[in-house]
């Protein structure tokens, strides 16, 4: 299978702990795509990488939050000192270039005890 | 400004025609989309359409722009039980990386 995969699938955490994602991005594609949903909402925009750069980041990204994508490929997401209001699914997508068509990975739930 | 707006909730009878609504509010919008969200399940991107078209059709989607109105629909023929999902309608400007998606409409299908 070479679509968008993510790990862990859940992960459950103590408030104040740090947590740390991960997404494999289909492999040809340039572009990689941080979001977050919440129970009930639509995902919202969180940042996006072109290759190693980042490009874009929303507000909602606050300074506990860090991504990164150091060689063009995969990505993590790390959450510091994570508080109850993180707790969300965090899903993963990649498009080519033009962004066009953006694929999503399965997410990583967060929850934060 | 940025905004998606879908109902809630749509039931249909299996074997009918969905129809699931979405309008939108910023007229610079180049990309209208629609993705699909299966329970605990990442999006699957169902179709998408250029905001100088007026319909798209792949198999049992048909997907109607009324750019005027800012207002996209998904119809979906002979609806099974397996589209029970909810459906996101989103939106994207072509300078633009992000993709703005509405709540969703949660699908259900009545036998």
């Known amino acids: 299978d070479t679509g968008v995969s993510q790990n862990p699938r859940h992960k459950i955490t103590k408030r104040g702990q740090n947590v740390t994602f991960r997404c494999d991005p289909i492999?040809?594609?340039?572009?990689l795509y941080w979001y977050r949903q919440t129970l009930g909402q639509g995902p919202e925009f969180l940042t996006y990488?072109?290759?190693?750069?980042?490009?874009?980041k929303s507000r909602l990204l606050s300074d506990r939050f860090s991504a990164e994508r150091p060689k063009g490929s995969f990505s993590t997401l790390e959450i510091q000192r994570t508080e109850q209001g993180d707790s969300a699914m965090y899903l993963c997508?990649?498009?080519?270039?033009?962004?066009?068509?953006?694929?999503f990975g399965p997410g990583t739930r967060l929850t934060v005890t | 400004g940025e905004d998606v707006e879908q109902s809630l909730f749509l039931s249909v009878r299996e074997g009918d025609s969905s129809v699931i609504n979405c309008t939108y509010t910023?007229?610079?919008?180049?990309?209208l989309y629609w993705y699909k969200q299966e329970p605990g399940a990442g999006l699957q991107l169902l179709t998408y359409?250029?905001?100088?078209?007026d319909m798209k059709q792949d198999q049992r989607l048909t997907v109607l722009l009324n750019k005027k109105d800012k207002h996209l629909s998904l119809r979906i023929a002979d609806t099974q039980t397996g589209d029970s999902a909810i459906y996101f309608c989103?939106?994207?400007?072509?300078?633009?990386?992000?993709?703005?998606f509405g709540s969703g409409t949660r699908l259900s299908i009545r036998p």
């Open positions: 997508a990649s498009s080519y270039m033009t962004g066009d068509e953006q694929y």
């Open positions: 492999s040809e594609h340039n572009r």
């Open positions: 990488f072109q290759n190693e750069a980042q490009l874009e």
């Open positions: 910023d007229s610079s919008s180049t990309y």
């Open positions: 359409i250029f905001s100088n078209m």
């Open positions: 989103a939106e994207r400007y072509s300078s633009a990386s992000k993709i703005i």
